[in-house]
């Protein structure tokens, strides 16, 4: 099962520095949605965007 938030959001957008495809993919395989092939959690982030909004 998956969760996962439709609600434009820029900010989710513009953090990966590829998108999920998600609505894709579960348009093209029948609901379904694989797993992302990368290390880890499979994502990358976008590292300029995210030291836009570092902290400290």
Sequence with gaps: MLE??????????QLLSEPLGVFQQVRDNGGRVRPPEGPGIGIALNEDFVAKYRVA
């Design 4 to 13: 996962y938030d439709t609600t434009p959001n820029l900010f989710h957008e």
